[in-house]
């Protein structure tokens, strides 16, 4: 949450206390190991935006107040699992700053822990969804994980065109930002056609938001992302701007080998990264992020509140403007 400024959230800053307050309630277990590894998930803190969007969009209408916390929780206990099981799969030694759970703990517990979250996660649905709901939730975990699997089959193949990212980008992170948006508007109990534009919202918010992600990669300090510097094109993940690169660099036959290659050097990712710096790369993915975040934009019902749109539109303005 640190990352956005704070009057974004500010209409609900109660209800993101609340969800803070019992994430630590609801991942204590009686063995220590699931408890520690738990609690220094929940203490790595993030942006908390999924619950945070879900909460918005609940706002938009009439909301069921049950329902809200029970699924914020699970909403960020979601996508904590699958935090966990993404660092193990990396085999990432640091995220936002601090150790992962499987540096500190090892594969074994981390991905059992990961497990663990999603057990509590659907405990906690189990108490505020319905049916539709529990449906969407299932069927975004479903489609996050074959972005997952889909990602890894592809891994160091330069092969890839706009297309293919576009559909990853989707399955691994903007669906289950619609997903959260969604759920907040079928909470408000907006109706179809208004769920279907505030799902919508979310997704071009899920998109731009990966796309610059996947530029920070390439531009920010290990220091900014908490991470390494170039640590996508070094696992050979293929994003936009390395697709653009391959497309129109004059390099790009040495990218391309460099990609190939798959065991990469540090020499390796500093003269892949000068190959995309020296391309328009940079500046053609910001251009993408910048026509999601306008739709993202265009998209949110008229019949919103003043204050809920204003909100909407200010996480749009803040995820164009973010370096880190």
């Known amino acids: 949450m640190s990352k956005f400024p704070n009057n974004i959230f500010d209409i609900v800053q109660d209800d993101l206390v609340a969800v803070e307050q019992e994430l630590y309630s609801i991942i204590q277990s009686p063995v220590d190991l699931v408890n520690d590894i738990s609690?220094?998930?929940v203490q790595a803190g993030g942006k908390r935006l999924r619950p945070a969007l879900f909460l918005l969009c609940a706002r938009g209408g009439c909301p069921d107040h049950n329902k809200l916390l029970p699924l914020a929780v699970a909403i960020e206990l979601i996508h904590m699992a699958t935090l966990v099981h993404d660092d193990v799969i990396?085999?990432?030694?640091?995220?936002r700053g601090r150790p992962t759970a499987n540096a500190r703990w090892g594969n074994y517990s981390s991905v059992l822990t990961g497990d663990y979250l999603f057990a509590k996660a659907f405990s906690a649905v189990a108490v505020g969804a319905d049916k539709e709901m529990l449906k969407v939730l299932t069927d975004v975990i479903s489609v996050m994980?074959?972005?997952?699997?889909?990602q890894m089959k592809e891994s160091?193949?330069?092969?890839?065109?706009e297309a293919d990212y576009r559909l990853r980008v989707a399955q691994k992170t903007a669906d289950f930002i619609a997903a959260s948006c969604e759920l907040g508007a079928m909470a408000a109990g907006l109706d179809e056609r208004e769920v279907v534009q505030v799902k919508e919202y979310g997704n071009a918010i899920g998109m731009a938001f990966q796309i610059t992600d996947d530029i920070l990669d390439i531009t920010a300090s290990a220091e900014q992302l908490g991470k390494p510097v170039g640590n996508d094109l070094r696992q050979g993940i293929v994003t936009l701007p390395v697709i653009y690169a391959l497309k129109n660099s004059p390099d790009r036959d040495e990218l391309r080998n460099i990609i190939i290659k798959q065991n990469m050097t540090?020499?390796?990712?500093?003269?892949g990264l000068e190959i995309i710096h020296q391309t328009e790369a940079i500046e053609?993915?910001?251009?993408?992020v910048n026509k999601y975040l306008q739709h993202a934009r265009n998209i949110l019902p008229p019949t919103l509140s003043s204050e809920v749109k204003e909100a909407l539109v200010a996480v749009a303005d803040f995820v164009g403007l973010r370096k880190y």
């Open 39 to 41: 609690v220094h998930l």
């Open 90 to 95: 990396d085999d990432a030694s640091t995220r």
């Open 145 to 150: 994980c074959e972005g997952e699997i889909d």
């Open 156 to 161: 160091f193949n330069p092969d890839q065109d």
């Open 266 to 271: 540090d020499n390796d990712v500093k003269r």
């Open 284 to 288: 053609y993915s910001y251009a993408q």
